[in-house]
């Protein structure tokens, strides 16, 4: 079910072991709330795709411009348009 | 070419201009100080490497260049970490590269291995794990980008010991990239903030340390004296404009002047330059300013709306956005609000030592130094009642000349902080202020500096107790003192002997003023202990918590 007050932010990043470290260390440690997370390696691996599902609330510009910063952040998209079921059917694999 | 990856990073280090690396070798990072044995670079053997840490930030905020330093795996980076994280917290560049096992070992909890990575990315701008010696041509240069470009901050490198080791053949060497610059400010809004200047009844300009790192300090004092604008500056904007001018209202914030508090309350426009809203410059945050329009300009865009919603706001560039906007305002002479601001300055009187009381006030010896040394001399301090008072009183009259810890308020800071900007600055005086407590927290660094003999003192103001401690159980703790006074003193002036330094105490001298001003004009390190009343107490102040209009004293 598409929830209200969702919204996904897709990420370019930096294909690297830590860089899962440095996007959800910026939510743990800035206090932001991090719904979902779905990753994978694009093209020839040197880049990763990450869609984060969060909360539109008052954290939100917060949380684009934080991620912004990061070094590892090639490029950052709000998607309205997001396709929630991808994320409930991880329920699927259990 | 071939090169070994510790060949590359010194030779890069060297091409790039560093000429000084503070810093202490262990197994995981014996290979880089092979490299540095045979380069130009000079090292400097800090005892501990928060030290060395503190050491490359009193070169990079100084100078404004990023600086370096280098500490083994394991305990040597974690030792490193605060002084990271102070970096981090006031912007400042440093380039940090710890010594990592080898590649095959990470992972296998090995001798001396932590997960630096891990531990720095909350406390870096950014940070490297270095997987082979190709990767630092592009890691090395990047890094430096990284610490020197927009808002400045601390990069750790860190470098498995066999990626050090490792032989690697290229074609060139890499180049480093010009610091780069941001994004164009639209004239459009520049107009419409000159206009809001315009209209605005009672203006303040607020600033920060981004004005320094902006390297925008004549165009502020431009700015306003074009309009008449009050000025008021954060504790790390001291010494982008002379504390005489005549628009300068002082620091504002938990021990600012009065009179700036009260004059920026009462402006219905708020021009904030390169600052971030901290809450020991603003008070209580709800209540900071609640009638002024905030026009809010910084570098890093995050900031803006971080705190304080802004009405209207510019990231960018400081000195391209003052160098836009100067042309745009007209002059003004705002007699009143002017007037208003020096009624409100004369109505709060600002902190003066007791006339013919302590000559050992802390108040007092700050005149004094200040009286005795040049101008441009640099001014460290430690953290505590020292700190505040010294960024009351003393007279910050150019930038990069006041190093202190404003974000990270890390005791330990001044003393290493003062090796380094000597050694960046070797024709100023450099003072370091420090409290018997924070002093023990780093004072192994006095045999770094027997062996270095920068240019510097060390006044020690010396009150038995963690001042500033004791001054909030006092106040706010219903005077119930637990862990604020020291049982036993060492003596000080002894131990600083001990180390090889010239040291005096005042305490036991017949004309102490006599003696201070004789030591600071001594061209080699001394120490000089202070005796300080331990019921002395900073104010006036805003209590923790409450609003900035409520400054008590
Ligand atoms: C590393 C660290 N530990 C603890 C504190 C908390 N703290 C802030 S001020 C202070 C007392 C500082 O005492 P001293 O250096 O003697 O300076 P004084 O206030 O007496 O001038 C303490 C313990 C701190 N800022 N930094």
């Known amino acids: 079910m598409k929830q209200k007050n969702h919204t996904v932010i897709e990420l370019i990043v930096n294909n690297h072991p830590g ?34 599902l969060v909360r539109k609330n ?37 | 070419m071939k090169y070994s990856g510790a060949e590359i990073i010194v030779h890069l280090l060297e091409k790039k201009g560093i000429d000084t690396i503070a810093g202490i070798p262990g197994s995981a990072n014996l290979p880089l100080y092979r490299a540095l044995h045979d380069s130009k670079i000079k090292h400097v053997l800090a005892r501990h490497e928060q030290g060395a840490g503190f050491i490359a930030q009193g070169m990079a905020r100084s100078t404004g260049k990023a600086a370096v330093c280098f500490a083994t795996s394991g305990p040597g980076a974690t030792n490193l970490l605060t002084a990271i994280a102070d970096a981090k917290l006031d912007s400042v560049p440093v380039v940090a590269f710890t010594g990592q096992v080898a590649t095959s070992l990470i992972g296998t909890d090995a001798f001396q291995e932590i997960d630096t990575y891990g531990l720095t990315i909350p406390i870096t701008k950014h940070n490297f794990l270095v997987r082979s010696a190709a990767e630092l041509l592009d890691v090395i240069p990047e890094a430096f980008r990284i610490a020197e470009t927009g808002r400045p901050g601390p990069v750790v490198i860190d470098v498995p010991k066999d990626v050090q080791q490792q032989v690697c053949e290229f074609g060139q060497w890499p180049g480093f990239h010009e610091p780069t610059k941001p994004q164009v400010i639209e004239k459009q809004l520049i107009d419409k903030i000159a206009q809001a200047i315009h209209y605005a009844v009672k203006p303040v300009i607020m600033f920060g340390a981004g004005i320094i790192e902006s390297g925008s300090c004549q165009l502020l004092r431009l700015l306003a004296e074009k309009n008449n604008i009050p000025l008021t500056s954060t504790m790390r904007g001291l010494g982008a404009i002379s504390p005489e001018h005549p628009l300068y209202v002082g620091m504002i914030g938990m021990h600012g002047t009065k009179y700036a508090n009260r004059i920026t309350e009462e402006a219905d426009l708020i021009l904030a330059l390169g600052l971030r809203f901290d809450d020991r410059a603003t008070g209580k945050v709800s209540e900071f300013c609640r009638n002024a329009q905030i026009i809010h300009v910084d ?28 042309p745009s305002v007209d002059k003004k002479e705002r007699r009143e609000w002017l007037d208003e601001c020096y009624e409100t300055k004369d109505a709060l009187p600002y902190v003066v030592a007791p006339l013919n009381g302590d000559v050992f006030h802390p108040l007092r010896i700050i005149d004094e130094v200040a009286a005795s040394i040049p101008a441009d001399s640099i001014i460290t301090t430690d953290v505590g009642q020292h700190q505040m008072w010294v960024a009351m009183k003393y007279p910050i009259t150019s930038p990069r000349t006041f190093l202190t810890s404003g974000g990270l308020g890390t005791m330990g800071f001044g003393v290493p902080t003062a090796i380094g900007a000597a050694l960046a600055n070797p024709g100023k005086k450099v003072v370091a202020f420090s409290g018997d407590g ?10 770094t500096i027997a062996d270095e003999k920068p240019n510097m003192a060390i006044l020690l103001f010396n009150n038995g107790t963690l001042g500033l401690v004791r001054q909030q159980q006092e106040l706010f703790f219903d005077k119930k003192y ?11 002036a002894g131990i600083a002997k001990c180390f090889g330094l010239k040291s005096i105490d005042l305490e036991k001298v017949s004309d102490p003023l006599g003696a201070l001003h004789e030591a600071l004009q001594l061209n080699e390190p001394v120490f000089i202990n202070v005796p300080v009343n331990a019921d002395e107490n900073v104010f006036p102040m805003v209590p923790p918590g409450a609003a900035n209009k409520v400054m008590i004293d």
């Open chain 1, 19 to 52: 860089v899962m470290s440095h996007i959800t260390g910026l939510f743990s440690r800035r206090g932001y709330n991090l719904e979902g997370i779905l990753c994978g390696a694009i093209g020839q691996g040197a880049t990763s795709v990450m869609f984060l």
């Open chain 1, 58 to 94: 008052e954290q939100y510009q917060q949380v684009l411009l934080q991620l912004n910063k990061l070094n590892d952040v090639i490029e950052l998209k709000e998607r309205e348009d997001y396709d929630h079921t991808v994320f409930n059917r991880i329920g699927d694999l259990f």
């Open chain 2, 299 to 326: 570098i890093d865009k995050a900031e803006i709306n971080k705190i304080k919603p802004a009405f209207m706001s510019v990231n960018a560039d400081l000195h391209d956005f003052l160098s836009l906007l100067i």
């Open chain 2, 438 to 447: 924070s002093f023990m927290m780093n004072m192994q660094e006095l045999a």
């Open chain 2, 482 to 492: 637990i862990g604020s006074k020291f049982k036993s003193t060492p003596d000080f």
